[in-house]
């Protein structure tokens, strides 16, 4: 059973720092890409940054400059650093990560979410 766990939301001011961390258990033969979404009240799902296998990475504009995304893969773990943070930031964080089982399956997978919320 293949799990994926945030961790490092929290409460922040207006113009703080928080590190996100996902880390990836359970039996699989690798990971491919990975990202981190979020999910503010009564809103979709966007995605925030992206970043491949070998390290490639991709964000949304709104977070350009202050937000990197980061993986170890001897760790099977993913990161999220966000610096400068504001209350358009608050939303729930999901992690998302594409893993090959055994068997040779790519199959989707979600971590339940982490809330970050930012006061002004």
């Known amino acids: 059973q293949v799990q994926l766990v945030e961790s490092g939301g929290g409460l922040v001011q207006a113009g703080g720092s928080l590190r996100l961390s996902c880390a990836a258990s359970g039996t699989f033969f690798s990971i491919g890409a990975m990202g981190w979404y979020r999910q503010g009240y009564g809103k979709q799902r966007d995605l925030v940054a992206i970043?491949?296998?070998?390290?490639?990475?991709n964000y949304a504009d709104s977070v350009k400059g202050r937000f990197t995304i980061s993986r170890d893969n001897a760790k099977n773990t993913l990161y999220l650093q966000m610096n400068s943070l504001k209350p358009e930031d608050t939303a729930i964080y999901y992690c998302n990560a594409h893993i090959r089982s055994l068997g040779g399956g790519l199959l989707n997978y979600w971590g339940k979410g982490t809330l970050v919320t930012v006061s002004s």
């Open positions: 970043i491949t296998s070998g390290g490639s990475t």
